[in-house]
């Protein structure tokens, strides 16, 4: 029988090898959270372990290795604080219990020789496609293949991205609760196409993009690496923040604050926020 901790934005059962995360489905658990219901992480995609304790209420926090979340990858540290997965708020009379999670976890994480190194693959996985989701004036699905935009009364037909086509996904928050989507193409030399108008949750957005990398990191693994090349494992995603994550958010920030979906003091705030992380 797993051990369970049980706080007020959901419940930790540690299981042999893994923790099954179940979020409540109600507040206080944010609505990202709800939506995922659910989250299983195996101890090997664990990179490290805190725990701060509060005086009405503590939070039990999880580091993850960089690639072993398409979430945390796609997120690139936009996240805000109550929509984290990794976290867990404990009440003041089980904080004591909670640090004992984390010294035990800490103990695990450093019989993994591989803790502090990037997972060649995705270790967590959310809902899977077909997955949809309802725009200011439009839908975008996933069908595990193919993306597609579509205009409900534009009468203009719909746009369809074949997985093998792209290079990547980007997602930004806006920081109103609204996000956006942006498609990177191999074959174009314009190399991203911004969907602004695409606003919506983050509940719903940041599981689509998430969904799309771990399908991409499955064809690209699949790949024949090129004659004549050493073959190296192929690393499901880009570490959690990196430069290069933060410099194409910032480019997202920068076109949404054009086409007017973000303030001039929005961006100026998260461009602050971004560049502090470097």
């Given at each position: 029988m797993d051990l369970e901790l049980v706080g007020t934005n959901g419940s930790w059962a540690f299981g042999a090898d893994a923790i099954r995360m179940q979020y409540l489905p109600k507040r206080p658990a944010h609505k990202l959270l709800r939506r995922l219901g659910e989250l299983v992480v195996p101890e090997r995609a664990l990179a490290g372990v805190t725990f701060n304790a509060g005086r009405k209420e503590g939070v039990l926090r999880l580091?993850?290795?960089p690639g072993a979340c398409p979430f945390t990858d796609a997120a690139a540290g936009q996240l805000p604080e109550k929509a984290e997965p990794y976290r867990l708020v404990v009440a003041r009379?089980?904080?004591?219990l909670a640090g004992y999670y984390a010294g035990y976890l800490r103990d695990r994480i450093a019989l993994n020789p591989d803790a502090d190194r990037p997972s060649p693959e995705y270790l967590v996985f959310g809902p899977p496609p077909p997955l949809t989701f309802e725009g200011e004036d439009g839908h975008v699905s996933f069908d595990g293949r193919t993306?597609?935009?579509?205009?409900?009364?534009?009468?203009?037909?719909d746009k369809t991205f074949d997985l093998v086509a792209l290079e990547g996904v980007d997602w930004t928050f806006s920081g109103w609760?609204?996000?956006?989507?942006?498609?990177?193409?191999?074959?174009?030399?314009?190399t991203t196409m911004i969907f602004g108008e695409w606003t919506q949750d983050i509940d719903t957005t940041l599981p689509f993009a998430a969904a799309v990398r771990v399908e991409l990191a499955r064809l690209r693994a699949a790949e024949p690496a090129p004659q004549g090349s050493t073959a190296t494992p192929a690393i499901a995603g880009e570490p959690?923040?990196?430069?290069?994550?933060?410099?194409?958010?910032?480019?997202?920030l920068g076109e949404l604050r054009d086409a007017g979906v973000l303030s001039e003091d929005e961006f100026q705030r998260k461009k602050t926020e971004l560049l502090g992380r470097l």
């Open positions: 580091k993850l290795r009379d089980k904080q004591e993306i597609t935009f579509g205009r409900s009364e534009s009468g203009k037909p609760g609204t996000s956006s989507l942006r498609v990177r193409r191999r074959d174009s030399r314009s959690l923040v990196t430069a290069e994550n933060i410099l194409t958010t910032l480019r997202s």
